[in-house]
């Protein structure tokens, strides 16, 4: 497991590209065997954040009640878990990430809920946009046009500008809480 997680990392330094932040896919890293390997490797590597999926369900269900939030309860206790070992290794965190329950489903009405509902500090939204639904390598179900849609709709726009949240991403400057859990 070190030896592909330094892969990966190596792999992402050769294209030149600045570090910003690392993830996994599935959130694999909530598991703290696989977060102390990859916050290790991370830190050698510069990374100055990691991702702590934790999505505040309250939200989720007040944006849309027929989605069910990521077993909060169990999800909330490993990223517990997860923020307060990347803490201790000097890594940053956001306070939330949206993207959880809506993956590969962002929809305007979904983004512009969670624009109009932030809760204060910092806090990730991914997507997956794209201008196809289907291409090598896409995930079966994603909207990806109707995410690429979501971010760029006016409304979406103005919501973001009416937030008071700055715009940026982790490695932007944006000044991290570093305080625990």
């Given at each position: 497991?070190?030896?592909?997680?330094?892969?990966?990392?190596?792999?992402?330094?050769?294209?030149?590209?600045?570090?910003?932040?690392?993830?996994?896919?599935?959130?694999?890293?909530?598991?703290?065997?696989?977060?102390g390997?990859?916050?290790?490797?991370?830190?050698?590597?510069?990374?100055?954040?990691?991702?702590?999926?934790?999505?505040?369900?309250?939200?989720?269900?007040?944006?849309?009640?027929?989605?069910?939030?990521?077993?909060?309860?169990?999800?909330?206790?490993?990223?517990?878990v997860?923020?307060?070992?990347a803490r201790?290794a000097?890594?940053a965190?956001?306070?939330?990430?949206?993207?959880?329950?809506?993956?590969?489903?962002?929809?305007?009405?979904?983004?512009?809920?969670?624009?109009?509902?932030?809760?204060?500090?910092?806090?990730?939204i991914?997507?997956?946009?794209?201008?196809?639904?289907?291409?090598?390598?896409?995930?079966?179900?994603?909207?990806?046009?109707?995410?690429?849609?979501?971010?760029?709709?006016?409304d979406?726009?103005?919501?973001v500008?009416?937030?008071?949240?700055?715009?940026?991403?982790?490695?932007?400057?944006?000044?991290?809480?570093?305080?625990?859990?």
């Amino acid at each position: 497991m070190a030896a592909e997680i330094a892969a990966q990392f190596e792999l992402f330094a050769a294209t030149g590209l600045p570090l910003d932040h690392v993830n996994t896919h599935k959130h694999f890293h909530l598991h703290p065997v696989i977060a102390g390997a990859l916050i290790a490797t991370g830190k050698r590597f510069g990374a100055p954040a990691i991702r702590v999926p934790a999505e505040p369900a309250a939200v989720v269900r007040a944006i849309d009640p027929a989605v069910a939030a990521l077993a909060p309860r169990l999800l909330g206790q490993w990223a517990r878990v997860l923020r307060a070992q990347a803490r201790r290794a000097g890594m940053a965190t956001p306070d939330a990430v949206f993207g959880l329950a809506w993956s590969g489903a962002m929809t305007r009405e979904r983004l512009k809920g969670v624009l109009e509902s932030l809760p204060p500090g910092l806090v990730e939204i991914y997507t997956h946009p794209a201008t196809a639904n289907a291409f090598a390598g896409h995930a079966s179900g994603y909207r990806y046009t109707d995410e690429l849609a979501a971010l760029t709709d006016p409304d979406a726009i103005a919501a973001v500008r009416g937030s008071g949240h700055r715009l940026g991403g982790f490695g932007d400057g944006v000044r991290w809480d570093a305080s625990p859990v």
